[in-house]
């Protein structure tokens, strides 16, 4: 650590937070900032080696975008097969 005075770190939550980030919309925004990465990054400023945990986050942070990727894919799948069907009537 370069700075041998001990930082102080505060990142409160609102009472709507839990409910906001416990949602599909809510998780999807953890991928371009939450406050994991924001203290992390704080942390590595300050530095300390952030590494290990910066990979678990990226890697998360990776799946999720995967995961929204493959949902889009499987609707507009699903919405191909549902004009074809209703073609074929």
Known sequence: MKNKQRQAYSYPSNDMYSSEVHT?????GLVSGSNIERLL???EADGHDISAPMIELKSLLN???HDRRL???????AEYILEKL???K
Not at 24 to 28: H, P
Request: net charge positive.
């Open 24 to 28: 599909v919309k809510g998780v999807r």
């Open 41 to 43: 990054m704080e942390l």
């Open 63 to 65: 799946y999720v975008a």
């Open 71 to 77: 949902r889009s894919d499987l609707l507009a799948h």
């Open 86 to 88: 209703k073609a074929d």
